[in-house]
């Protein structure tokens, strides 16, 4: 089968699918606020569907006679596996990406609403302990501003004065810290330096003005007991755009991925595991600003196939010399913003590189999503 | 309270200390080797009690009614924290702020003396197995240079010739590897490679020239069996002037943080862990250099609050792009030099961001200091 | 002793060595592809004890009346270690080094064939199962491409064709992801998602163009159950040279360095541990292109001694600013390139500086080599 007939078989299950699905409605189904979990859901399944039957039906593999058979070479797997035939195991891995993306409750990183007091950009934050579901069914117990992880998104712009009112609703005390951003000392939420924990059932108001030459990709979380906190949920982005759109690179679409390796299933992705993280989706041809940051203990390296990422900011910061690379390694309170050309239709595995965060005996999990190209 | 409510609240705290600490003595307090240690500890508590004064008594907080009740969703803790109270967590965080700069015994990292043979630069290092205070009171079983974690910094010139004697005085053979130098093999300092083991009681004499191009940060530490040599405290800063200062960034003062994990207290900076850490000071405006190394096993993420770093150098070697950042993430053997502009008055965190290497349910420990900028 | 003598002393038993080994054929030794690992063993060995020799008979060590004298010191030596007395570690330390480069069997990473069907290279990799000799007399199960690891290096150019037919003699469903290349969706690797898993005994065939802009140092690797199948040993590189190869920095010779910390011997470089890994051997003055490739799970920050490394490319993207380092931190997924100028004559270690995963009380282990200069 030569390059020409593969991409023949591939497009033809690729563009009818979209010819059920409807392309104009994908193409801004995950603009975050714009448009439910559920739609994405619906039109991402259908892709999925339509790309294993063309893999299934059309790939060469299904030429081959001894495609589904128990090989004998069973007998050499490794003793960590063999609890599971080999169909058992196709089975659970192609279950897993069957299921993407799974419906679940809640979803964070939604924008946060404000009011304007005079000149003042006006928030409100509660902390609170909250059941979440990761995956399909998975709850734990999350500790979570506005009952959400990640938190809501505080999008700002340089130049404004926000005012952001907490209240904890804990069990524990708790604080804010606004990483990234240039403020006054008293407004950096460091309990004990800067102020006094927030108590249970207290609240604090935080406010400060976003500096010029501070846009970018930035975070807040809690700086109070925070390896159990912020690992707990407590975490969220924090975007400041420019005054001027034209000092950073043009984009049609962005995405923001909060990377988190706590007690919320371990390995997430906006406080979602695979198979119920979220896609990111794009057409054909656009530039896709995808921001990165990392609220975890540990470093992730993120992996797009298929295009690669120009790396454009660094901590919010342009670099003066943008790089390209495919895999990004992000360390604990680092963030990154890219830039990715949507070159190539299909759906693209987008997950961390260090495979046991992202793949075990019983398929892929954890810091797993895609990025989806559509005509 | 507005903005500038907060900000002269802020101030009237930070300028009320200023008036009782002396600001005059706290501009060269910590420049390493000028001062002692007890001045800068006095002058930071100062500074730490003001500030902690401001946030609980000017703070917006405070005028919460229910800022210091227990609240009922303490039944929602999680277990892990169940054993500690609201008050009694609060106040083991508190109490761990206030001890910093905590005294302890024994300083290292301060400047190595020599003496002149001809043009050779002479110095002498010891290994000892010494009892280190890495915190108030806690004591462990260190491997020094000449008694102290982090040995004692070596600082020559491009150009110089360095002659370094070494005495082994430890239960196990060892050796030095000049970490960044470029050197006669013979002088690399890797047994079984480049020379035989250092015995116990025996010697070892290193001399090289300083090459030309060779300027910047870099370390020593041992090579036999050095997973464990290392990390048990053998290690120390190389730092090598430029023969010129002007083909390097201006600086005003400067700070060497060696980053460590090994058995004394984990998680520690230039071999204490907080609150034994000392505070990096400046006056408001002053440009500070600040050079990482880490001598560990692990990454450590180190984050500044409130002002960006520029990074200039890598292993020593000037970045043709110098860029910024608030994260920088250090890899066991790497070192960066940064540039932080003290731009804003405080007392700001600085820590890994690795958040399990700096607080816990008792409170900050480990990996944490601060940054503080007077006027 | 002053410099020179020390200079001279080396000089004397590596020129001395270099009379015995015989320079004209260490010189290609270890091109890939070019000449046996005996020859390379042979020499390097030499190289060594000639060294060694040299640190012991003429270093200032050896003039110390202790030198060889148990310490009174031992009594403090840690309770880790005081099951060896200081001549049994110095001993097996040595030993370690001395059987450097130590034979064993397999050896991966050399060219695959290919043969042309019309303008298409074909290639062809079967999954096995093997007993794979990481280190001398150390054999474990490996997961092989072609029976080695890592699996046989793919080397291409720009614009080529290529297919590759796979066969799968695993136990399990498999599949490969050619990581870094562009190419169509369907060709991409991931089971589930662009194809159905390859089953036992099952095969299948990718075919793909190298596009323009692709070249650089790429890998393929099991993208099913892969925490487990890549790490077992499942991986390989895959070159791209550039059409024009003025488009990259020019270089003498190369190496590809391929990094994992899977089940075979825990920590390996091209699928070897100290002492069987093999050193990269330079002629004086020569210029060196090092890949690297990280298939494991954690990161591994690569010192190597005596000459810094100019780092040219990441992920087979040319870097803008190339920037010079002596410790190049690679996290699982990531690609470097980078030039190292053979300027110090000598056998330089080399090796990660995670000190963990290098060596330990009975000596080096794991990510440790050479780099060889000589004249």
Partial sequence: MSVEEHTIVNRRGFLGL???AGAGVVGTALVPGNVGHGEAIAETR??????????????????????????????QTSTADDALSVDEMDAMHEASVRAFPAATAGLGGQPLPFVMDGDVKVFALSCQVVQWEHAPGAFVEAWAYNGVVPGPEIRVTEGDTVRVHVRNELGQSTAIHWHGLMLPNAMDGVPGITQAPIKPEGEFTYEFRIREGNAGTHMYHSHYNSAFQVTKGLLGSFIVEPKDAATRPAFDREYTIVLNDGPIGAYSLNGKTFPATQPLMAKLGER??????????????????????????????????????????????????TIVNATDLGVWAFHCHVLSHAEGPHGMFGMVTAFIVEP
Same sequence: chains 1, 2, 3.
């Fill in 18 to 20: 979209l010819g059920v």
């Fill in 46 to 75: 259908a892709f999925l569907a339509a790309d294993a039957a063309t893999a299934t039906d059309g790939g060469v593999a299904a030429a081959e006679p001894h495609e589904h058979g128990r090989a004998s070479a069973a007998a």
């Fill in 288 to 337: 896709v600003l995808i921001r990165y940051m990392n609220e975890g203990l540990m470093i992730h390296p993120m992996h797009l196939h298929g295009m690669p990422m120009l790396v454009t900011a660094q901590d919010g910061y342009l670099l003066p010399q943008p790089y390209m690379c495919d895999t990004l390694n992000i360390a604990p309170g680092q963030r990154f913003e």
